[in-house]
DNA sequence: ATGACGGTGTGGCACCGA
């Protein structure tokens, strides 16, 4: 069973683009974020040509996420509940296994613009309301994994420059004690339960040929439960689809079960 | 320190992303 994670960038401008990837990586289950557009456009009749259902949480203009899978979703919940949030940024879902359900949690982050404005304010209180509700879906639902674009690096290692971007967006103290407080429920790091290559990244900026010359952050991450751990078979970051014309700035995270 | 690129909405640009 595989699992993906990719924020595309308008999914009006890339609906071509995933309809591909699929055909060539026929998932089970793929999580987007960063639709752009509201539910009533969303292409659920070229999703469901292509062999998937799909749930979606769509905002006019910004944020918007979805659950594509080939099997039926149940439990479907938007947003962080107990969360009074205007942005369309969590969609939640349960996919069948051959070894019972396995609960998607799929998560557009706030980016947070900068230390000591509003919007990293309000990123800190979000990621302190995912974090309680994480916990409560993990007692809830054992086998679990928490996915998509966490706008974290968690590591020195997920950044380009972790020396001249210290201390800057993504690359904080408190977004990686937040992101360490989800591995502290016993959450994994599925990339790195695996030898990985140097220098490897999720996003890369449009600007400045960031791609080209591998000027990127990992912040798309697959993180799995305790009990989906020993099911977990391989993790890897897709660079080719940043390659295409009119590229999304992310790549995808595809995750392995033994399932 | 700033802008660079790309998408959206609406407009002759501004805002946002990361």
């Known amino acids: 069973m595989k699992l993906a994670t990719w924020n595309i960038n308008s999914l009006s401008v890339r609906l071509p683009q995933v309809l591909d990837w699929l055909a060539a990586h026929p998932v089970d289950v793929l999580c987007l974020q960063e639709l752009k557009l509201t539910d009533d456009k969303f292409p659920f009749d070229a999703l469901r040509s292509a062999g998937y259902e799909a749930a979606c949480f769509g905002q006019k203009t910004y944020n918007g996420v979805a659950v594509l899978s080939r099997q039926p979703l149940a439990e479907v919940v938007r947003n962080i509940p107990g969360l009074a949030d205007e942005q369309a940024r969590v969609i ?3 996919v069948p296994t051959p070894q ?4 998607v949690l799929n998560g557009y982050f706030v980016n947070g613009q900068a230390p000591g404005t509003d919007k ?3 990123k800190l209180r ?3 309301a995912l974090h309680d509700w994480v916990a409560s879906e993990l007692a809830a639902h054992p086998r679990l994994v928490l996915l998509g674009d966490f706008n974290v690096a968690p590591e020195d290692r997920d950044s380009y420059d972790p020396v001249g971007l210290a201390g800057t967006i993504h690359h ?3 977004e990686r004690a937040h992101f360490q407080a989800l591995l502290a429920l016993g959450l994994v790091d599925a990339f790195r339960l695996f030898e990985q290559p140097d220098k490897s990244y999720s996003w890369w900026d449009y600007r400045m040929l960031g791609f080209q010359k591998n000027r990127g ?3 798309d991450h697959m ?3 305790p009990a989906l751990r020993p099911a977990v078979s391989a993790c890897h970051i897709d660079r080719a689809p940043r390659k295409n014309p009119q590229p999304s700035d992310h790549a995808p995270v595809v995750l392995e079960l033994g399932l």
């Open 100 to 103: 019972g359900p396995l609960r």
């Open 126 to 128: 979000w990621l302190q």
């Open 120 to 122: 990293f304010a309000y």
């Open 92 to 94: 939640a879902a349960t």
């Open 217 to 219: 952050l990992r912040i």
């Open 172 to 174: 904080t103290p408190e």
């Open 223 to 225: 993180l799995v439960s």
